[in-house]
Nanobody
Framework: VQLQASGGGSVQAGGSLRLSCAAS????????MSWYRQAPGKQRELVAT???????NYADSVKGRFTISRDDAKSTVYLQMNSLKPDDTGIYYC?????????WGQGTEVTVFS
């Protein structure tokens, strides 16, 4: 499985962005799909996950502002980001678990300026 992330960009604080991550080989059974981010000089951190049953989990820092969703017919996971803050700046990576394997996307950059 290969992942292609898109949707990053530069936005003013308070704005919104929607990230997408599409998996190659549609129809492959994807289990947990996640978004991580890595801010400059910091470790990569988990932002949100969604299981194939639809259960979601979020980092405390994004609860109420970000929404993760998935379209299994398109093998795609989304991250709707609202009320963005400068602290949300970083490279966002998608990640999927399928079977006993996993894959990472190439990252898409998000910059939030005040």
């Amino acid at each position: 499985v290969q992942l292609q992330a898109s949707g990053g960009g530069s936005v003013q604080a308070g704005g919104s962005l929607r990230l997408s991550c599409a998996a190659s080989r549609p129809g492959f059974t994807l289990n947990v799909m996640s978004w991580y981010r890595q801010a400059p000089g910091k470790q990569r951190e988990l932002v949100a996950t969604i299981a194939n049953g639809g259960n979601t989990n979020y980092a405390d820092s994004v609860k109420g502002r970000f929404t993760i969703s998935r379209d299994d017919a398109k093998s795609t996971v989304y991250l709707q980001m609202n009320s963005l803050k400068p602290d949300d700046t970083g490279i966002y990576y998608c990640h999927v678990l399928y079977g006993i394997l996993n894959a990472w996307g190439q990252g898409t950059e998000v910059t939030v300026f005040s």
